[in-house]
């Protein structure tokens, strides 16, 4: 088989295995956790954990923070799906784990697919620990993963995203914000491609183009999962101030410890929106 060919099998096999696991509980909903944010995969009820090295052509995971399982089962009584990490886009070139993974989803009859990732903010009223609501993006990553041969059995060759950050499921995730009582931001998320932090200039110019917060994920899952018919929603979670704009020295560790901050917030938000969802 070719390398298209092989995807589109280990699509099928992936999602039969998330199925046959699932034991009848068909979550509709799936959420891919950001880097030191994996607790709330400590959440779920009646878990059934898959390694992601049991689903053929899922992503091989190599940065601390992301555990690499599928978990399925249930956050405040709703059926889910939890994929404790991802592979971001600075450790490979193959964008074919990732559409493998959220085809996947799909396939096995997720709808909505809830994004979260550790983000610096570019504005002062948006702290560290604190949330943000992402209500768009843009894609600095120099790449698109629908780049390639186009498969009409998963999506168009060309695809609309003027609602790429599904707006219905957004305002579910505020009402959720409300009645925890959480402080919850919105914004506009800028994708860099990494694995170097961005330069005081850098951050100068996403801010000057009405960036928010910046990352180094989640946009490319957006794409594909719009691509496919899903509906995307996500949050971050304000790790660090972009650079030049504190005298923070920015690490990836740096990033985990501030994570960890904001995750009781992150956690009572998630298992409280999917209740609306």
């Known amino acids: 088989m070719n390398e298209s ?5 280990n699509v099928r096999q992936s999602a039969e295995k998330i199925v046959a696991a699932s034991a009848g509980l068909k979550p ?14 400590k959440q ?21 923070g992301h ?18 990490g991802r ?3 600075y450790e490979t070139h193959d964008a074919y784990p990732l559409k493998t993974m959220i085809r996947a989803l799909k396939s096995a ?12 903010s570019l504005r002062a009223n948006i702290v560290v620990s604190g949330l943000m609501l992402i209500t768009d993006h843009i894609n600095f990553l120099g790449l698109n993963p629908l780049v390639g041969p186009n498969d009409e059995s998963f999506g168009p060759r060309f695809v609309p995203v003027t609602d790429a950050w599904d707006r219905d499921g957004s305002e579910k995730i505020r009402e959720a914000a ?4 959480i402080s919850l931001h919105s ?7 990494g694995p170097s932090f961005e330069t005081p200039a850098e951050i100068r110019m996403v801010q000057g183009w009405g960036g928010d917060a910046v990352g180094m994920s989640s946009v490319p899952e957006c794409l594909i999962a719009r691509h496919c018919g899903m509906k995307v929603v996500g949050v971050s979670c304000i790790t660090n101030m972009g650079a030049g704009l504190s005298d923070e020295k920015l690490s990836h560790a740096h990033t985990l410890e501030n994570a960890s901050k904001g995750a009781a917030d992150f956690e009572r938000l998630v298992i409280a929106a999917v209740k609306l969802l």
């Open 5 to 9: 060919q092989t995807h589109v099998e």
């Open 28 to 41: 509709k909903i799936a959420i891919i956790l950001g880097s030191g944010l994996g607790g709330l995969a």
């Open 44 to 64: 779920v009820e009646d878990a059934v954990t898959i390694p992601y090295a049991e689903l053929p052509g899922f992503p091989v995971l190599t940065v601390s």
């Open 67 to 84: 555990a690499g399982n599928l978990i399925l089962g249930k956050l405040g009584g709703v059926p889910v799906v939890v994929l404790n």
């Open 87 to 89: 592979k971001h886009f």
């Open 109 to 120: 009859g997720v709808e909505t697919l809830f994004l979260s990732n550790a983000a610096g």
């Open 178 to 181: 409300k009645q925890e009582n």
């Open 187 to 193: 914004g506009v998320y800028v994708a860099f491609r």
